[in-house]
């Protein structure tokens, strides 16, 4: 049996360009390459990791690395974003409300939109908080609506960018 020191980078390295939806597709694909371990290894591989289960695009979930630490607080990787597409179909609409953009999703949607928009670690949103259907994005307080507008196109599907272009646009410079 492998050691926990050399099995926990091979997680992250599955994690981070697989969409595991649970411990037995982990563990198979551990196996695939040399690892079996029991169910109980794997629920604390993946506590120490610090993994989180989110929504998918697809209506499915997927294991996601919180943090890329380890229980001694020293780097384990650097872990690249888990963002799965540059678009997420699940938006509905968005819209502005003084400082707070508002983000709504088919139920269930909002908590995988609001990691995948944290992991883009932009200037202009200060953090998210998601509900079942509703992402709240904080706005930095020097980002224009034109800023905010162009970011969310890069992330947001076309059709719901183009019915709140007017209500971010307006008053700015085109």
Known sequence: MKKRKSRLPVIVDILTHNSIGSQ????????IRGYIVTQATLSRDLKMLRTTKVATDMGGYRYIIADSYTSNNE???????TVQSSMHPAALSIAMAGNLVVIKTRNGY???LAYDLDTLQSPHI?????GADTVFAVV???SSRKDLYELFCTFLPNHVMEEARD??????VR
């Open 110 to 112: 909002a908590s995988g």
């Open 24 to 31: 037995e597709e982990l563990s198979k694909q551990l196996a």
């Open 75 to 81: 780097p384990l990787v650097k872990v690249q974003s």
């Open 126 to 130: 200060l953090g998210t908080i998601p």
């Open 167 to 172: 209500k971010f646009l307006k008053g700015e």
């Open 140 to 142: 930095n307080e020097g």
